[in-house]
T-cell receptor, first 109, second 116 residues
């Protein structure tokens, strides 16, 4: 199956700092999504972004499908941004979403 | 609240036992996905159903089985449980129509299974 790599694996930020998380994938995809898993384990869908750029408040995401990567930007980070960020991709219409291993973010007050 | 309901939230059982995890998708969603999240394996895709039919299979063990019922809720059955089956089991749903645009996955809060 398709390989999904996320970097960095761990990130520690001071509140108010900005960060960029990266997701590389090994083959073309038709569906890419970013998720945030909060400290209570809940997985929350942040973006559906197979290509292009989207913004939602302090978060934005860009996917360059031709170069097989996606970026998640977090600006003015808050302690509530802590948790693990996953990207998930799907090829064709195979109905299988493959998850990266995640970036664990810790925002300190 | 994602609209996806999973029960129970926690389950503690012994090796060799069988358990059933239940998932109700969001209203209108036809597809249900099951994932296993363990510390060393990350989020692993198990199986997907669309409108009652199995559509895709991932790394699901033969001891595990699932089904989706006419009312679209799904059950994941885990049998002959082993210590290594301890994990967080998630269900997700999506509309999964012909138009792939905005085919977002919405996750339930998970079932934490502990096999002792």
């Amino acid at each position: 199956g398709i390989q999904v790599e996320q970097s960095p694996p761990d990130l520690i930020l001071q509140e108010g700092a900005n960060s960029t998380l990266r997701c590389n994938f090994s083959d073309s995809v038709n569906n890419l999504q970013w998720f945030h898993q909060n400290p209570w384990g809940q997985l929350i869908n942040l973006f559906y972004i197979p290509s292009g750029t989207k913004q939602n408040g302090r978060l934005s995401a860009t996917t360059v499908a031709t170069e097989r990567y996606s970026l998640l930007y977090i600006s003015s980070s808050q302690t509530t941004d802590s948790g693990v960020y996953f990207c998930a991709v799907e090829q064709g219409n195979f109905n299988k979403f493959y998850f990266g291993s995640g970036t664990k973010l810790n925002v300190k007050p | 609240d994602s609209g996806v309901t999973q029960t129970p939230k926690h389950l503690i059982t012994a090796t060799g036992q069988r358990v059933t995890l239940r998932c109700s998708p969001r209203s209108g969603d036809l597809s249900v996905y099951w994932y296993q999240q363990s510390l060393d394996q990350g989020l692993q895709f198990l199986i997907q159903y669309y409108n009652g039919e199995e559509r895709a299979k991932g790394n699901i063990l033969e001891r595990f089985s699932a089904q989706q019922f006419p009312d679209l809720h799904s059950e994941l059955n885990l049998s002959s449980l082993e210590l290594g089956d301890s994990a967080l089991y998630f269900c997700a749903s999506s509309v999964r129509g012909n138009d792939l645009a905005n085919e977002k996955l919405f996750f339930g809060s998970g079932t934490q299974l502990s096999v002792l």
